[in-house]
């Protein structure tokens, strides 16, 4: 957001860098035990745990780049 | 303990929310606790923004406007975030389900010229003019009289559209997680009203940008995963004619020279015209809803590339709209592994619980005479085996979205309902702030008084908003409804300003018998056909059309009549002197010029780039 004050790109970015550590977590517990929810489909291909990463390596991202006190153009 | 607090939070469904949360048919799904913790995190976060903002939006300029802060990026993903509310998310998934491809067309032809004209043509008189609001531009251009009638209607039409909101975020969260509609629709009201009443325009805002994200965050995975396990475009294609018996479900235009050779009933012209102009320059023009943002830009080339930084994405949004209702087609199952099919949203009404109309219209439907049968054997309780057109997506989500990711799934779907009610009432605010209150009721008021009536009038239109959401339950699926809307409303507005805007010799008393007597025109068509459903074929010019055809037609219609009335007034009552146009009217003002910048950051380059991606993928899709 232009102006003073916490830019929106960090809210986005903390929200992501929970989201995403949060659903790889359970991604990496799901793979390690081997039980998954029995409705879901393709399971096999470990979507909480690639997707989960990218998200919080996006949150990160944002997180660092637009953190309060940076000039942000 | 590895393990243990995702195994916790995966572990089923919180069993203690209170009694009256009564379900009203047995859940899609039971959300994992780690999926509520998810979505309360979102409730949480737009809470306290609308607090942390609330301290910025004390003014009626920080309130209603934003302060005029905002860069490109963030006006135009607002832009376009604005427009993704039920609308965009399930209603046009189902209408996807029911018609194919064809709904494609509400996002490129029905949405990219109209959004290129709005940057390149049409922001620079509605920046110079410095309104606060479309309503705002006809005062000053046609007088009080335009201003009032145009803030009436366009008051309405928020109410109406912010219901529609509501009803499609409660039908998530009944498909979903079973709970009442009128339970759902109070979560979300209250949420919005604390959010937007706090931190104005710039909340919503701040809100919508984030919800942008959520959505691609938490939707993209749908069509992904889907088009793995369909095969891929070729295994899709191949699945949908063996069981559709029709390819015209992937062409956007092949099919449309005829009404009957298409599943939606259209023909091209309504599409090109109705749609391409009347609907969509209407909304995107002049709609106030989306306009507000770009208004809020904090110069005029930020308020030109806002508009067309916002297109780029809106072509990109039928990959996670479009494509899962097309995908539900082939994949979505019932328990024994049959296809399931889904059905319009009065059938569902009927049926579930049982009506003595079921029958008669599930005869209508394409399911097959034995399940019809075994829907009308099942007199007791909710039919769980049945579900409509507007439930496509979450049916999807379910499918493929585990604990988590169906949290952040569901989350995105919540902020897109979310945030399309709180721009119907951050705008609704400010029109009837600024165009109702402030010239008719009390002019003279403090600042601060003015934005004590913007936040009052927040809650106040969300109460009646919610009375507008069980309205909707009436209409025959939600899409049609929203678009019976845009075509009474926009279409003759359109109409209005463009005359207004590009016609110097437009005199007052022509604009405003226009727009009243446009409306009069639109409603008067549309009652026409709700009436008596037999007189379609002469609002849409032919038997085989149907409800679609006859909104884009309508608004065509409105559009020419209007026109009609204000040129033939026009032509006889005396024009105001071009002196009193400069600001207003194309060919009277002097346009700013602005500073040169590298060709990377040219609004015509950004734009004439969009051009060339919008003509090849309508031939790509032909």
Redesign the interface.
């Known amino acids: 957001m232009h102006g003073s004050g916490i830019p929106i790109w960090f809210f986005i970015g903390v929200l992501l860098v929970i989201y995403g550590s949060m659903i790889l977590g359970y991604g990496v517990y799901e793979w390690h035990t081997g039980i998954y929810p029995p409705l879901v489909q393709l399971t096999n291909l470990h979507t909480p745990v690639w997707w989960g990463g990218v998200l919080t390596a996006l949150g990160v991202f944002y997180v660092v780049k637009f953190r309060p006190g940076q000039a942000v153009k | 303990m ?2 243990s ?3 916790y ?2 572990a089923g469904s919180f069993g203690s929310l209170p009694s009256f949360l009564a379900f009203s048919a047995a859940p899609l ?1 039971r959300l994992a606790r ?1 999926d509520i ?2 979505i309360a ?2 409730f949480g ?1 737009v809470i306290w ?1 609308g607090f ?1 903002l609330k301290g ?1 939006s004390n003014t009626s300029e920080e309130f209603f406007m934003a ?1 005029r ?3 490109a990026w ?1 006006a135009g993903l607002s832009f376009v975030s604005a427009n993704l509310g039920s609308l965009e998310l399930m209603g046009w998934a189902g209408t996807t389900y029911e018609y194919g491809i064809l709904a494609t067309h509400w996002y490129w032809i029905g949405a990219i010229p109209a959004m290129l004209f709005l940057g390149l043509v049409m922001m620079p008189f509605y920046y110079v003019s410095k309104t606060h609001s479309v309503p705002g531009y006809l005062n000053l251009r046609y007088g009080e009289h335009a201003r009032v009638l145009a803030a009436i209607s366009f008051a309405l039409e928020m109410i109406l559209m912010s219901g529609v909101n509501m009803f499609a975020m409660a039908v998530v969260m009944k498909v979903v997680l079973g709970w009442s509609l009128t339970f759902s629709i109070l979560v979300s009201a209250a949420a919005v009203t604390l959010y937007v009443a706090l931190g104005g325009l710039r909340s919503a805002i ?1 809100n919508e ?2 919800q942008f ?2 959505i691609w ?1 938490g939707a993209l ?1 749908v069509p992904v ?1 889907g088009m ?2 369909a095969g891929g475009v070729g295994g899709l294609k191949t699945q949908i004619i063996a069981n559709m018996h029709s390819d015209s479900y992937f062409h956007l235009w092949r099919d449309t020279a005829h009404f009957a050779d298409n599943p939606m009933g259209v023909h091209w012209t309504g599409i090109v015209f109705g749609l391409g102009f009347a609907i969509s320059f209407g909304y995107w023009c002049t709609d106030f809803l989306v306009v507000q943002r770009v208004l809020a830009a ?1 110069d005029l080339r930020a308020a030109r590339m806002a508009p067309i930084i916002g297109s780029f994405f809106k072509m990109a949004v039928p990959f996670i709209v479009i494509l899962p209702g097309l995908l539900g087609l082939v994949l979505l199952q019932n328990p024994d592994g049959s296809r399931m099919q889904l059905i319009p949203q009065d059938t569902w009404k009927a049926c579930v619980p049982m009506s003595a109309s079921c029958a008669p219209l599930l005869k209508q439907t394409s399911l097959s005479p034995a399940v019809q049968q075994d829907v009308l054997d099942q007199k007791e309780g909710p039919q769980t085996d049945l579900h409509s057109y507007n439930e496509v997506l979450p049916l999807m989500m ?8 169906l949290g ?1 799934g569901i989350t995105a779907l919540i902020a897109g309902f979310m945030s399309g009610m709180a721009g119907n009432v951050s705008a609704f605010s400010t029109v009837w702030t600024y165009d109702l209150y402030k010239p008719l009721i009390n002019k003279k008021a403090t600042d601060s008084h003015y934005v004590m009536v913007g936040r009052l009038s927040i809650v106040i239109g969300v109460l009646v908003s919610i009375g507008a959401g069980y309205l909707v339950q009436r209409a025959h699926g939600i899409m049609d409804y929203v678009q019976a809307l845009f075509s009474i409303f926009i279409a003759p507005l359109l109409a209005t300003i463009l005359l207004g805007m590009f016609w110097k010799r437009a005199t007052r008393l022509a604009g405003f018998l226009g727009l009243l007597l446009g409306i009069a025109f639109s409603v008067s068509l549309f009652m026409w056909v709700h009436v008596n459903p037999e007189n379609l074929k002469y609002v849409a010019l032919s038997d085989a059309a149907k409800t679609m055809a006859e909104n884009v037609f309508r608004a065509l219609w409105a559009c020419l009549f209007t026109a009609i009335v204000i040129f033939v007034v026009s032509m006889f009552t005396k024009p105001r002197p071009v002196a009193e146009l400069e600001g207003l009217v194309y060919g009277a003002t002097k346009l700013p010029t602005e500073d040169p910048v590298p060709f990377y950051k040219n609004e015509w380059i950004w734009a004439g780039l969009v051009a060339v991606i919008f003509t090849a993928l309508n031939i790509i899709f032909w």
């Not at chain 2, 379910?398 to 990711?405: D, K, Q």
């Open positions: 590895f393990g607090v995702p195994a939070l995966a799904a780690l913790v998810v995190l979102y976060m923004i942390y910025r302060g802060q905002m860069t963030i701040f940008v984030l994200v959520l965050g995975l995963l793995i396990q904090h379910v499918r493929y979205l585990g604990p988590g990711l952040l």
